[in-house]
Nanobody
Framework: QVQLVESGGGLVQPGDSLRLSCAAS????????MGWFRQAPGKERESVAA????????VYADSVKGRFTISRDNAKNMVYLQMNSLRPEDTAVYYC??????????????????WGQGTQVTVSS
């Protein structure tokens, strides 16, 4: 069993930066692919970014490429999402998730086995 706890959300202005953190429990963390998702009111949950278990592979949604960076620290059981140049359309609840599936299956929510409770990110002037 893996438990995930997100932190770092908040209210920021357009153009600002924010870093989300996800703390994972469980000794299997190093073998799990990890991802960040977001869900805005009235919209479906969408993939933001994913990172392979060793950190060598990453993938991003087109809407965040060049602005967001996913990373992980396996020694600390942590995953991060650095978000730069934030836009109002980035406003959503952001979720951390863990996957036992192959990395090729990690850009959709169905490929994930464990989810955090989410953290709110609001971008507004």
């Amino acid at each position: 069993q893996v438990q995930l706890v997100e932190s770092g959300g908040g209210l920021v202005q357009p153009g600002d930066s924010l870093r989300l953190s996800c703390a994972a429990s469980g000794r299997t963390f190093n073998s799990l692919n990890m991802g960040w998702f977001r869900q805005a009111p009235g919209k479906e949950r969408e993939s933001v970014a994913a990172i392979s278990w060793g950190g060598s592979s990453t993938v991003y949604a087109d809407s965040v490429k060049g602005r967001f960076t996913i990373s992980r620290d396996n020694a600390k059981n942590m995953v991060y999402l650095q978000m730069n140049s934030l836009r109002p359309e980035d406003t959503a609840v952001y979720y951390c998730a863990a996957s036992r599936a192959p990395f090729s299956a990690t850009m959709g929510p169905s490929g994930y086995d464990y989810w955090g409770q989410g953290t709110q990110v609001t971008v507004s002037s």
